[in-house]
Nanobody, 126 residues
């Protein structure tokens, strides 16, 4: 079965950086788009970023555009989220998600992702 395992979360001061990783197994990773979502305390889970199967196309939430970068290494079956200029409102559990599509059609919608990781906590202190 498909498994997604996130790592790289932690505590960082405002203005700092973190890189999240998501290791995938159980299917041909390079065939499918991937996404990152997050859920802050008391809030609904929201879209952060997505990347197409090849890595050529990416898409970001307005709140992270210019600060976060999604990438993938298909040889390593891993997708990354580089987070720079972190702010306290970036504090959340971050989830990796696997699509059944190659492209970024409706990539912001959670229902497009049948596969989810367990999440990794990111805490940004002020």
């Amino acid at each position: 079965q498909v498994q997604l395992v996130e790592s790289g979360g932690g505590l960082v001061q405002a203005g700092g950086s973190l890189r999240l990783s998501c290791a995938a197994s159980g299917r041909t990773f390079s065939n499918y788009a991937m996404g990152w979502f997050r859920q802050a305390p008391g809030k609904e889970r929201e879209f952060v970023a997505a990347i197409s199967y090849s890595g050529v196309d990416t898409y970001y939430a307005d709140s992270v555009k210019g600060r976060f970068a999604i990438s993938r290494d298909n040889a390593k079956n891993t997708v990354y989220l580089q987070m720079n200029s972190l702010r306290p409102d970036d504090t959340a559990v971050y989830y990796c998600a696997g699509s059944d599509r190659r492209s970024l059609v409706r990539a912001t919608q959670q229902y497009e992702y049948p596969y989810w990781g367990q999440g990794t906590q990111v805490t940004v202190s002020s």
